[in-house]
C-alpha cells in the first residue's frame, strides 16, 4: 500500500508542476490518474491508517486550487485589458477615418 501512496504523492507533485508551468493539458491528465489512485487508496483496508495523509494531500489540494484560481483570475484580467485595448484602437481608427472623410469633404 506504501508504494500507492508514493505513486499519489508523486502523482501530486507532477500535478502542482504542471499547473505552475501553466501545462494544463498535463495538469488535467495526471489529476486524473492521481484522483483514480486517490479512490483506490481511500476504498482500502488502510484507508483509516492513512488519515494524515489525506489530511497532507487534502492541504495541498486546497493550495493548488487557490494557485488554479489565481492564475484564472490573472488570465481573466490580462484577457479584459488586452479587449479594452483592441476596443481603444479600434475606436481611434474610426474617429481617425471619421477625421479623414470630414476633412475630404471639406476639400
Known amino acids: 500500500m506504501s508504494v500507492l501512496v ?4 508523486e502523482l501530486t507533485d507532477r500535478v502542482e508542476a504542471a499547473i505552475e508551468s501553466g501545462d494544463w493539458l498535463s ?4 489529476e486524473g490518474e ?12 488502510a484507508a483509516g491508517d492513512l488519515r494524515a495523509t489525506f489530511t497532507t494531500l487534502a492541504s495541498r489540494n486546497f493550495r493548488l486550487i487557490g494557485v488554479v484560481e489565481h492564475l484564472k483570475r490573472r488570465v481573466l484580467r490580462e484577457a479584459a485589458v488586452e479587449r479594452t485595448a483592441r476596443n481603444g484602437a479600434a475606436a481611434y481608427a474610426e474617429l481617425g477615418a471619421a477625421g479623414r472623410d470630414s476633412s475630404e469633404d471639406v476639400a
Do not use: K, Y
Not at 6 to 9: A, C, F, L, P
Not at 27 to 30: D, K, M
Not at 34 to 45: P, V
Open 34 to 45: 492521481r484522483r483514480r489512485l486517490l479512490e483506490q487508496l481511500a476504498l482500502s483496508d
Open 6 to 9: 508514493g505513486t499519489v504523492i
Open 27 to 30: 495538469a488535467r491528465e495526471l
